[in-house]
C-alpha cells in the first residue's frame, strides 16, 4: 500500500539548533499536512500545503511541498524546550482514496 | 482547544467489559472519523463518518462499534477487547473528507 516515509525517526537537539525533517514517498501527493502530537495530546495541525512547490511559514516552522509531488519537509529553526514532541508528515494521494496517508512520526527531544 | 473533545481520557478496561468512547466536535465540520494510534506505528484510520454515514470501515474487528447520531457526535463502542487493543483512540474532524483533520486529545485505553 501507500506509505510515507518519514526520516530521521527521532532527534536530540540542543535550544537553539536547527531542525529539519522530511517525507518521501513513491507516490504523487495533492496535499501535504505536518502535524505535532505532545505528550498525552491529539496531533495538532502545523501546516498544510496545497501545491507543488509551496513554501509556507508559520512562525519559526517551514515546510515545502516538493516539486515532484513525491515529497515533504519541515524546517524548525531556533529550536525551544516547548518544541519537543513527535512531528507527523500526513498525505492525500494524487487519484486515490481521499483518506489521509500518515508517517510513523519524528521524536525531537530539545536540551535546554 | 482544537474544537474536538473526546472522553473519557483515560479508560481501564476488562476483556468482558462494555465501554463506549464519546466524541463530540464544535466546528461544524460533516466528516468525523476515528484512529488507532499504537507505539512505533503510523496512525491507523478505523472508521470514517460523512453526513453521518459510515463510508469507512478500515477493516476493524466487529468488537469495535462505531455510532454517529449527528454530524457533531461519535461514539466508539467497545465489547470484549484483547489486550492488543489498548492504544491511544483519536477522533478527528474535518469539513469534508477531502479537508485537513482536526484531532481530539485522545482516550489512552489499556485492555487487563
Known amino acids: 500500500g501507500q506509505q510515507l516515509n518519514q526520516s530521521p525517526q527521532s532527534m536530540f537537539i540542543q535550544e537553539g539548533e536547527d531542525v529539519s525533517m522530511n517525507c518521501t514517498s513513491s507516490?504523487?501527493?495533492?496535499?501535504w499536512l505536518w502535524y505535532k502530537q505532545e505528550p498525552g495530546e491529539g496531533p495538532v495541525l502545523l501546516i498544510a500545503?496545497?501545491?507543488?512547490?509551496e513554501l509556507t511559514s508559520n512562525g519559526r516552522l517551514t515546510a515545502q511541498f516538493g516539486i515532484t509531488r513525491k515529497d515533504s519537509f519541515l524546517n524548525i529553526s531556533a529550536s525551544i524546550p516547548s518544541d519537543v514532541g513527535i512531528y507527523f508528515c500526513?498525505?492525500?494521494?494524487?487519484?486515490?482514496?481521499?483518506?489521509?496517508?500518515f508517517g510513523k512520526g519524528m521524536k525531537l527531544t530539545v536540551n535546554p | 482547544e482544537t474544537g474536538v473533545t473526546q472522553t473519557p481520557r483515560h479508560l481501564v478496561m476488562g476483556m468482558t467489559n462494555k465501554k463506549s468512547l464519546k466524541c463530540e466536535q464544535h466546528?461544524?465540520?460533516?466528516?468525523m472519523y476515528w484512529y488507532k494510534q499504537s507505539a512505533k506505528k503510523p496512525l491507523e484510520l478505523m472508521f470514517v463518518?460523512?453526513?453521518?454515514?459510515?463510508?469507512e470501515n478500515n477493516s476493524v474487528p466487529s468488537r469495535f462499534s462505531p455510532e454517529c447520531p449527528n454530524s457533531s457526535h461519535l461514539f466508539l463502542h467497545l465489547h470484549t477487547l484483547q489486550p492488543e487493543d489498548s492504544a491511544l483512540y483519536l477522533c478527528?474532524?474535518?469539513?469534508?473528507?477531502?479537508?485537513?483533520?482536526?484531532f481530539g486529545s485522545g482516550t489512552q485505553l489499556s485492555v487487563l
Open positions: 478527528a474532524s474535518s469539513q469534508d473528507t477531502r479537508e485537513k483533520l482536526f
Open positions: 507516490s504523487i501527493f495533492n496535499t
Open positions: 500545503l496545497y501545491k507543488a512547490g
Open positions: 500526513a498525505g492525500q494521494l494524487q487519484g486515490g482514496s481521499e483518506k489521509l496517508v
Open positions: 466546528l461544524g465540520h460533516n466528516a
Open positions: 463518518y460523512n453526513f453521518k454515514e459510515q463510508t
